[in-house]
């Protein structure tokens, strides 16, 4: 897999190389099916397991980038983000001369099932309130984080995904989770992690919060308003997406204020990230090329 600058105005992209350079735009009229992950789907062309990429772009604040791969899933790395943000980090992001837009709320969209739930809301920044309620030893965990006044890459990123040896086989038979090892999951017997340590002391709900940032990613661009989600997962996270797509009156585009000088000259960062905490007014690119 190799990610590459793209023009401004582009947005994330998704290329099959093995398929004549078809392409598939990271956007919710692309969801194609969703169980135990996000995939994406156009004239029957499939992208497996998007959801970590999308994630670390939007964290980290690219807008722009064709993420090129060989086959249909994307590698699972680690079982976080924190792959993707190093590299960033190592290869540097690139402002671009185009004011950024954001994805901006102006009224209340939810969407219920039994006992789950998530809604959208007007306000400033990108706040997310999660909670989940798993068997033990899970249990109940709570978190919130504020993408403008905490750092994606240092909070979310290095959280794993997560699932009970328990269910193992079942998945395997129905021919899920066929990258997950002990490498790439948290394993979780009945006393807790199999293979620990957490990396923090609730990891779990953490990547909760990974998985919604990236497909709410599909909306296409970085969101500003505050999410809240209780027992939800990818299948209520992109339902709210089709739900907000559909309903034009519950948001709108708006460009983001230059609010600094600093923020105004936008230089280009070469060698590292612009700080995903900034609310910085221009659209930026990916450099990774290898």
Same mark, same amino acid.
């Given at each position: 897999?190799?990610?590459?600058?793209?023009?401004?105005?582009?947005?994330?992209?998704?290329?099959?190389?093995?398929?004549?350079?078809?392409?598939?735009?990271?956007?919710?009229?692309?969801?194609?099916?969703?169980?135990?992950?996000?995939?994406?789907?156009?004239?029957?062309?499939?992208?497996?397991?998007?959801?970590?990429?999308?994630?670390?772009?939007?964290?980290?604040?690219?807008?722009?980038?064709?993420?090129?791969?060989?086959?249909?899933?994307?590698?699972?790395?680690?079982?976080?983000?924190?792959?993707?943000?190093?590299?960033?980090?190592?290869?540097?992001?690139?402002?671009?001369?185009?004011?950024?837009?954001?994805?901006?709320?102006?009224?209340?969209?939810?969407?219920?099932?039994?006992?789950?739930?998530?809604?959208?809301?007007?306000?400033?920044?990108?706040?997310?309130?999660?909670?989940?309620?798993?068997?033990?030893?899970? $249990?109940?965990?709570? !978190?919130?984080?504020?993408? %403008?006044? /905490? #750092?994606?890459?240092?909070?979310? @990123?290095?959280?794993?995904?997560?699932?009970?040896?328990?269910?193992?086989?079942?998945?395997?038979?129905?021919?899920?989770?066929?990258?997950?090892?002990?490498?790439?999951?948290?394993?979780?017997?009945?006393?807790?992690?199999?293979?620990?340590?957490?990396?923090?002391?609730?990891?779990?709900?953490?990547?909760?919060?990974?998985?919604?940032?990236?497909?709410?990613?599909?909306?296409?661009?970085?969101?500003?308003?505050?999410?809240?989600?209780?027992?939800?997962?990818?299948?209520?996270?992109?339902?709210?997406?089709?739900?907000?797509?559909?309903?034009?009156?519950?948001?709108?585009?708006?460009?983001?204020?230059?609010?600094?000088?600093?923020?105004?000259?936008?230089?280009?960062?070469?060698? $590292?990230?612009?700080? !995903?905490?900034?609310?910085? %007014?221009? /659209? #930026?690119?990916?450099?990774?090329? @290898?």
């Amino acid at each position: 897999m190799r990610l590459l600058p793209a023009a401004a105005g582009s947005g994330i992209v998704f290329r099959r190389t093995d398929l004549d350079n078809f392409e598939i735009p990271a956007t919710g009229r692309n969801v194609a099916k969703v169980s135990y992950a996000t995939s994406l789907m156009r004239q029957g062309v499939l992208i497996s397991t998007t959801e970590h990429l999308l994630s670390a772009l939007i964290g980290m604040g690219v807008d722009n980038v064709i993420v090129e791969l060989d086959n249909l899933e994307l590698p699972i790395l680690d079982g976080s983000a924190l792959p993707y943000v190093q590299a960033f980090l190592n290869v540097g992001i690139r402002t671009q001369r185009r004011r950024r837009e954001t994805f901006r709320i102006l009224h209340a969209v939810e969407v219920r099932e039994g006992k789950k739930f998530i809604g959208i809301y007007p306000g400033p920044g990108y706040r997310i309130e999660y909670a989940i309620d798993f068997p033990a030893p899970i $249990g109940h965990e709570k !978190a919130c984080i504020d993408l %403008a006044a /905490e #750092t994606y890459g240092a909070k979310i @990123a290095a959280a794993r995904t997560f699932g009970y040896k328990a269910d193992e086989q079942r998945l395997r038979d129905m021919g899920l989770i066929r990258g997950a090892s002990t490498e790439s999951t948290i394993v979780l017997g009945p006393n807790g992690p199999e293979n620990g340590p957490l990396r923090f002391p609730d990891e779990y709900v953490r990547h909760k919060i990974l998985d919604l940032i990236g497909d709410l990613a599909l909306l296409g661009r970085r969101i500003e308003g505050h999410v809240v989600a209780e027992r939800a997962g990818h299948a209520m996270h992109t339902a709210l997406v089709s739900r907000l797509l559909k309903d034009r009156s519950a948001w709108e585009l708006a460009h983001v204020p230059v609010e600094t000088e600093a923020a105004e000259a936008a230089p280009d960062h070469a060698d $590292g990230v612009l700080p !995903a905490t900034l609310p910085v %007014a221009v /659209e #930026t690119s990916a450099l990774m090329s @290898a």
